[in-house]
């Protein structure tokens, strides 16, 4: 099992940019499709990207397509989320999570591994 952790989150003015990191200190984690997750106050968790194991694959959801980016840098064990045209309704808790699924179902249940979480908070 590894251990993700993220980082990047912060406070942005509605239209900047944002990006969140996830690593993980086993060299597993390059075994591992990635995701990333995100769940505002009072909402369920919902699915924002994913990325294979080896980054040839990637999904979005149509929420955040055309605006995120997801990538990997397996070398350094790390996973990225890169967040442009930020609104208000990306504010939310978000977290990254391993699954050893390839290529990952876009679920959280196909993930076993969770980080614990980084705020964005999208001022308008």
């Known amino acids: 099992q590894v251990h993700p952790v993220e980082s990047g989150g912060g406070l942005v003015q509605a239209g900047g940019s944002l990006t969140l990191s996830c690593a993980a200190s086993?060299?597993?984690?390059?075994?591992?499709?990635v995701g990333w997750f995100r769940q505002a106050p009072g909402e369920e968790r919902e699915f924002v990207a994913a990325i294979s194991r080896r980054g040839g694959r990637t999904y979005s959801a149509d929420s955040v397509k055309g605006r995120f980016t997801i990538s990997r840098d397996n070398a350094n064990n790390t996973v990225y989320l890169q967040m442009s045209s930020l609104k208000p309704e990306d504010t939310a808790v978000y977290y990254c999570?391993?699954?050893?699924?390839?290529?990952?179902?876009?679920?959280?249940?196909?993930?076993?591994?969770w980080g614990p979480g980084t705020q964005v908070t999208v001022s308008s």
């Open positions: 086993e060299r597993t984690f390059s075994t591992y499709s």
């Open positions: 999570a391993a699954g050893r699924k390839n290529p990952p179902a876009l679920v959280a249940e196909s993930f076993d591994s």
